[in-house]
């Protein structure tokens, strides 16, 4: 079964510095990946998302993702986080109508 | 439009108490999911609906069941509810007309089971 592993449980940054969350999966056909975030208290909100093509991607607030085939990774990444960055953010697997996989989620800290 | 609602917001059970989960999407979606979270775990999925009339298990069914009542909406129930049923739940719905069509969620229920 398909799988997506997000190692880093928890990552503090400085406001102003840069930011990258791991996420690897692993499917051997083509993957459909997604990055959502989860601010306290609320539902998922769809960041990004990779399902062929440009294997950049660019998202909303400022994020983008790079997809590895070779390394089987679909990281996050953004150059410059600010305060309100701080949640939880998801990686998942998925497409067609049989729901998402998710990994279990990292935990960003800003520090001022 | 709503979006994805979720009815209620939170709840508290007593072990073996019954309850249903409501969620409704205005968005004309075919496909319909429950999730739910839980500390470490990232979200898991309970049951879905890929279109009306139809339901099917995911990673997680055991305690539950569901009902898709119209293309609109898509319960969740817990016939006997268990402590290790605390969770916060998550409904979800998609297009489904194509196959790189994100999920939306809902706000989420948090449901405390002691």
């Known amino acids: 079964a398909q799988s997506v592993t997000q190692p880093d449980i928890h990552i503090t940054v400085s406001e102003g510095a840069s930011l990258e969350l791991r996420c690897n999966y692993s499917?051997?056909?083509?993957?459909?990946l997604f990055w959502y975030v989860q601010s306290p208290g609320q539902g998922l909100q769809l960041l990004l998302k990779y399902f062929s093509g440009d294997t950049l991607v660019q998202g909303i607030k400022g994020f983008e993702a790079e997809f590895k085939r070779s390394q089987s990774s679909f990281n996050l990444r953004k150059p410059s986080v600010h305060w309100s960055d701080a949640a939880e953010y998801f990686c998942?697997?998925?497409?067609?109508?049989?729901?998402?996989?998710f990994g279990k989620g990292t935990h960003l800290i800003i520090q001022p | 439009n709503a979006g994805v609602t979720q009815t209620p917001k939170f709840q508290v059970l007593k072990t073996g108490q019954s309850m249903t989960l409501q969620c409704a999407q205005d968005?004309?979606?075919?496909?319909m999911y429950w999730y739910r979270q839980d500390p470490g775990m990232g979200l898991r999925l309970i049951y879905y609906s890929a279109s009306e009339g139809t339901t099917d298990k995911g990673e997680v069914p055991n305690g539950y069941n569901v009902s898709r009542l119209n293309k609109r909406e898509f319960s969740l129930r817990l016939e006997s509810a268990a402590p290790s049923q605390t969770s916060v739940y998550f409904c979800a719905s998609r297009s489904g007309t194509s196959v790189n069509n994100e999920q939306f969620f809902g706000p989420g229920t948090r449901l405390t089971v002691l």
């Open positions: 499917y051997g056909a083509t993957p459909y």
């Open positions: 998942a697997w998925g497409g067609g109508a049989d729901g998402l996989t």
């Open positions: 968005m004309n979606h075919n496909s």
